[in-house]
């Protein structure tokens, strides 16, 4: 069993910072992809960033430059770092986990999800 434990979130005034934080835990063998996505109200679900094992990172356009993605392989933790936010950065934020388990099978895990709201 693999589960990922999202924290942080929450309200905060546009041109704010704000920082996510996901934690994988459960029979874990690897861990490869970790990231992001988030909804946005009326919006189709969307990646936001994504770190690779290797350290290849892959960011939104609309997030560069203010947002960014980070792990910590030994807590099997991924983070973001939210800066310069927008209103339009309101959405529930999802982490995700490609991971492969002690019985060497390959899956996507999602967290629970997090509300990110962005308003004055």
């Known amino acids: 069993q693999v589960q990922l434990v999202e924290s942080g979130g929450g309200l905060v005034q546009p041109g704010g910072s704000l920082g996510l934080s996901c934690a994988a835990s459960g029979s874990i063998f690897s861990i490869n992809n970790m990231g992001w996505y988030r909804q946005g109200p009326g919006k189709q679900r969307e990646l936001v960033a994504a770190l690779r094992s290797g350290g290849t990172t892959n960011y939104a356009d609309s997030v560069k430059g203010r947002f960014t993605i980070s792990r910590d392989n030994a807590k099997k933790t991924v983070y973001l770092q939210m800066n310069s936010l927008k209103p339009e950065d309101t959405a529930v934020y999802y982490c995700?986990?490609?991971?492969?388990?002690?019985?060497?099978?390959?899956?996507?895990?999602w967290g629970q999800g997090t509300q990110v709201t962005v308003s004055s």
């Open positions: 995700f986990a490609d991971i492969t388990s002690t019985a060497r099978s390959r899956t996507n895990y």
